[in-house]
């Protein structure tokens, strides 16, 4: 099912927004990696969260689902944040 499309939620773009530039550009460069083959350090989360994937970038976590070949990306956060 790859590649997939890149589909920010509101919430996500706040968050990419209040990072650093040279964070915010390894934000992307990471998404776009996994977007486009797959790769990368994901799991998937439980609890309230199930259903969903966390991508980890150093301290960061990009928080997202996948739906008919889109990522949706909910929220990228620290990872001391990622889970509340």
């Known amino acids: 099912m790859l590649p997939y499309r890149i589909e920010w939620l509101d919430e996500a773009r706040e968050d990419i927004r209040r990072l650093d530039r040279p964070t915010a550009m390894r934000m992307f460069d990471g ?3 996994y977007a486009r083959t797959g790769g990368g350090n994901v799991a998937p989360l ?3 969260m ?3 994937f966390r991508l980890r970038l150093g301290d960061y976590r990009v928080l997202f689902t996948v739906h008919e070949g ?12 990622a889970y509340r």
């Open 70 to 81: 889109a990522m949706r990306i909910f929220g990228v956060r620290h990872r001391s944040e």
């Open 31 to 33: 998404i776009l990696h």
């Open 46 to 48: 439980h609890g309230i």
């Open 50 to 52: 199930a259903g969903a």
